[in-house]
Nanobody, 115 residues
Framework: QVQLVESGGGLAQPGGSLRLSCAAS????????MGWYRQGPGKQREVVAA???????NYADSVKGRFTISRENAKNTVYLQMNSLKSEDTAVYYC?????????WGQGTQVTVSS
């Protein structure tokens, strides 16, 4: 079992920044990939960014150059730094972890970009 707890969501103005955190606990040694997903109003859940245990990263085209995913192994935490935020980034953001035994999800954190 892996437990994931997100934090850092909130309200930001267009052009602003937020940083999301995802703290993992439990059988973290089994985690292969960690990622951030989001689900906007009336939209399907989509992948935003992912990072492997070897710190290889991948991003959705819509966030390339604006978002950065990183990990701090000592704290078992993954971050999503979001810059140059746009209204279309408004969504519930979910942290996810992939293991050989299944995928695990956090509870989600709301990000709202509005003036």
């Amino acid at each position: 079992q892996v437990q994931l707890v997100e934090s850092g969501g909130g309200l930001a103005q267009p052009g602003g920044s937020l940083r999301l955190s995802c703290a993992a606990s439990g059988r973290i040694v089994n985690i292969l990939v960690m990622g951030w997903y989001r689900q906007g109003p009336g939209k399907q859940r989509e992948v935003v960014a992912a990072i492997t245990s070897d710190t290889l990263t991948n991003y959705a085209d819509s966030v390339k150059g604006r978002f950065t995913i990183s990990r701090e192994n000592a704290k078992n935490t993954v971050y999503l730094q979001m810059n140059s935020l746009k209204s279309e980034d408004t969504a519930v953001y979910y942290c996810a972890a992939r293991t050989p035994y299944g995928d695990y999800w956090g509870q989600g954190t709301q990000v709202t970009v509005s003036s």
